[in-house]
Structures are given as structure tokens and as C-alpha cells.
């Protein structure tokens, strides 16, 4: 099993030798507006041509429609026949993209031995997720692999801790950049894991591997990298058991 993170949320993953792209954000470097009014987005580039990101796709998973996790840019390029997974109630606005082999994740589904199961989560807590909307993650599964759990755009919650305690995964990948969206009040809530959540999923699974992604790429995140391994310092776990991997890094695993 491999994982490469591309940037962001989007990952490539080698599992059960087959090819998974997961939320496929491929927008250039400054190309869309800013989210906290602090600079264009995306922050970075791509760390690879997108025909690298494609290249021996078999499969792409859309957690939901939101910008960074679906964008223009891979509407045009994803190849239109490739099949993809969604949540339910985003099929039509994927198929009027033109998109041929859609298959939503209303539970479970097998796909070439592959076991996907939808996973529930928070886009933020209250009013906040009022305007996020409705999210998924996933489980993901086959003969003689590590379970794997992908928790998508969700901050801490029972759902959360729930699939942790049922599904015992090896791997879990989590959302850590702190990003906070502002409501009425003028606050501005977390929509996704900070250090110390993502710590506590350590903390809830300690017998797994936890994966940092969704860093460092969009101007309303408040935790970095260093700030995530400082809070994994303090806490005292090792490297192994919280990795924080760079854009365009993979990881082989066990």
C-alpha cells in the first residue's frame, strides 16, 4: 500500500494494486479567491504535472463538491469515463460534468475487491456546518490489506470516534489544518481537525497510524506543519504513530 499526498486533500493511493485518486483539487498556484482574505488560493503549486496525478488512475472518490475538494480544473482533465464514488445527493451535479460511471456511496460497495463503507462527520459544529453542508469519509478494505479509514472534512466528533472504535483501522487519514469559516457573530469556527483533535485521534486509536493531509494550502487554515508536529512533541508521540507527510511525498506502508 502507498500513499502519495498530491497537495491538500488529494491523494493518490496504490491499494490492492489498484490506482485511487481521492478529491482531486488540480487549480494553479493563486488561480481562485481567497477564503480568510489573506491571500489567492491555492498557496502553492502542484508538486507534479497534472499528467503525472492521472497517470494509471483506475478510480476517483468525490467526498463532496466543495472547491478544494472537486475543482474546475479536474472536471476538465479527470478523464469523464473513469469510475467515480460520491456521497449521496451530489450525482447529478457530477453527471451534468459530464461524468459517465457515477456510483454513489449510500452504505457500502464493492468495487474490484475494494470494500468501501461511508463513514458520517462534521463540516464544523452549530451554524457553521449549516453552511458547509453534508460530508462522508470512508473505510476501505480488501483481502490481506491494512484497514484504512479516511475521515474527510470533519472536525472531532462521535461519528468520528464511533468509526474509530468499529472499524479498528490500521491507517487513519485525517484533516489538520485547522481551518475555521466565519458565521454570523462574526466568529470563525473550525470546519476541520486542529493539532489537538487530530492528537486525540491518536489518542482514541492507538493502534494505528495517523495521517495528517489538508495542510498548508488554503489561506482560512490555522495550523502548519511545524505547529502539528510541535503539538505531536508535546504529546509524546513518535513520528510513526502521527506523520505528517510534504505535498508530492508517498508513503509506503505496511
Given at each position: ?17 489498484r ?9 494553479p498556484?493563486?488561480?481562485?479567491p481567497?477564503?480568510?482574505g489573506?491571500?489567492?488560493n ?9 499528467d503525472?496525478?492521472l ?6 472518490v ?9 475543482d ?25 460534468k459530464g461524468?459517465?460511471?457515477v ?7 464493492e468495487?474490484n ?5 461511508r463513514?458520517l462527520?462534521?463540516h ?9 453542508g ?13 484497514m484504512?479509514y ?12 464511533a468509526?474509530?472504535q ?13 481551518a ?7 466568529a ?5 481537525m ?9 489518542e ?10 489538508h495542510?498548508?494550502a ?5 495550523i ?6 510541535e ?5 509524546g508521540l ?6 505528517i ?7 509506503t506502508?505496511?
Amino acid at each position: 500500500m502507498q500513499l502519495q499526498l498530491i497537495r491538500s486533500a488529494t491523494l493518490r493511493l496504490r491499494y490492492a494494486g489498484r490506482a485511487i485518486l481521492i478529491d482531486p483539487d488540480l487549480a494553479p498556484k493563486h488561480s481562485r479567491p481567497p477564503l480568510a482574505g489573506l491571500s489567492p488560493n491555492p498557496l502553492v503549486d502542484l508538486p507534479l504535472p497534472i499528467d503525472e496525478i492521472l497517470a494509471g488512475v483506475e478510480l476517483v472518490v468525490v467526498s463532496h463538491l466543495h472547491m478544494d475538494h472537486f475543482d474546475r480544473v479536474a472536471w476538465e482533465r479527470v478523464p469523464r469515463d473513469l469510475p467515480l464514488i460520491c456521497q449521496p445527493g451530489n450525482e447529478a451535479a457530477i453527471r451534468e460534468k459530464g461524468f459517465q460511471a457515477v456510483t454513489v456511496l449510500d452504505d457500502e460497495l464493492e468495487w474490484n475487491g475494494l470494500r468501501f463503507k461511508r463513514t458520517l462527520g462534521h463540516h464544523g459544529l452549530g451554524e457553521v456546518e449549516t453552511i458547509m453542508g453534508r460530508v462522508m469519509g470512508f473505510t476501505l478494505q480488501a483481502a490481506g490489506e491494512p484497514m484504512v479509514y479516511w475521515a474527510g472534512d470533519t472536525v472531532w466528533c462521535e461519528e468520528v470516534e464511533a468509526a474509530l472504535q468499529t472499524a479498528q483501522p490500521h491507517y487513519v487519514i485525517t484533516h489538520s489544518c485547522g481551518a475555521r469559516w466565519p458565521i454570523a457573530s462574526g466568529a470563525r469556527e473550525l470546519i476541520v481537525m486542529d493539532a489537538a483533535q487530530t492528537i486525540g485521534v491518536c489518542e482514541c486509536a492507538p493502534q494505528a497510524t495517523v495521517i495528517a493531509t489538508h495542510m498548508e494550502a488554503f489561506d482560512h487554515a490555522t495550523i502548519s506543519r511545524s505547529a502539528l508536529r510541535e503539538a505531536r512533541q508535546a504529546a509524546g508521540l513518535a513520528e510513526t504513530r502521527l506523520r505528517i507527510p510534504q505535498d508530492g511525498e508517498t508513503l509506503t506502508l505496511a
